[in-house]
């Protein structure tokens, strides 16, 4: 079974619609829709915005679905100039941006966890790369990189920027990086993909956001639904 995670809405319902033998459990106030995709066994969730939200849905899902992988799907805004609207981001690593123990002398973004200090976490690469064959089958060329999350919709180049040279990273959005720590610390293969809604343009972010929110939501449902078929 694989786990798939979306916070809103215009992120999931493309596949929980194409879903069959579907079930419903609601857990936590997270309503898991469990089925079928082409022949794959999948659970899809709505976890809400927010890294607080994504983090109890990953565990619930976990917990009660034992998936053997879990992919965080949707959009994100871009950190970087050369990623516009309409990209494919797949995750090489997950960094929490918000995460501050800098004034105790602590590197910025640093986790504390059960087993070790991380300012990044590593996304799977054997997963990453199913989703970026099935990103080819579709006629997309994928980029690859850093998703920075935070509980913060970031607007503004400046702001954009600052996450890029502080960590590298080329996208921002709210739940990946909590998905990612939570996977990491059940041992459980995870992955982000996310479809640009935002760009560093001269354009206000929300009214980007506004206008290409739900053809990029489709573009990251679209990869899924190859990737589910070709396994």
Do not use: W
Request: proline share 2%.
């Amino acid at each position: 079974m694989i786990g798939i995670i979306g916070a809103m809405d215009i992120e999931v319902e493309g596949l929980i619609s194409a879903m069959s033998n579907e079930e419903e459990k609601k857990i936590s106030g997270i309503v898991f829709h469990s089925g079928k995709i082409g022949d794959k066994e999948c659970v899809v969730a709505k976890c809400g915005v927010g890294k607080v939200n994504a983090a109890v849905c990953t565990q619930t899902m976990i917990l009660e679905y034992q998936p053997e992988c879990i992919i965080n799907t949707g959009i994100g805004g871009a950190t970087s100039l050369e990623t516009k609207i309409g990209d494919v981001v797949i995750a090489t690593e997950v960094v929490q941006h918000d995460m501050d123990t800098t004034a105790l002398g602590d590197a910025p973004a640093m986790l504390f966890l059960h087993n070790g200090e991380y300012d990044k976490i590593p996304c799977d690469k054997a997963l990453s790369e199913k989703i970026i064959s099935a990103c080819k089958s579709c006629g997309i060329e994928p980029r690859l990189g850093i998703v920075a999350t935070g509980d913060r919709f970031i607007a503004g180049n400046g702001e954009r920027i600052k996450l890029n040279k502080s960590f590298g990273a080329i996208v921002c959005e709210m739940e990946g990086g909590s998905i990612g720590q939570v996977c990491f610390i059940n041992d459980m293969p995870f992955t982000i993909l996310r479809s640009i809604s935002d760009s560093m343009s001269d354009e206000e972010d929300s009214v980007e956001y506004m206008t290409f929110c739900k053809s990029s939501a489709q573009k990251s449902v679209t990869v899924l639904k190859k990737f589910l078929t070709e396994q």
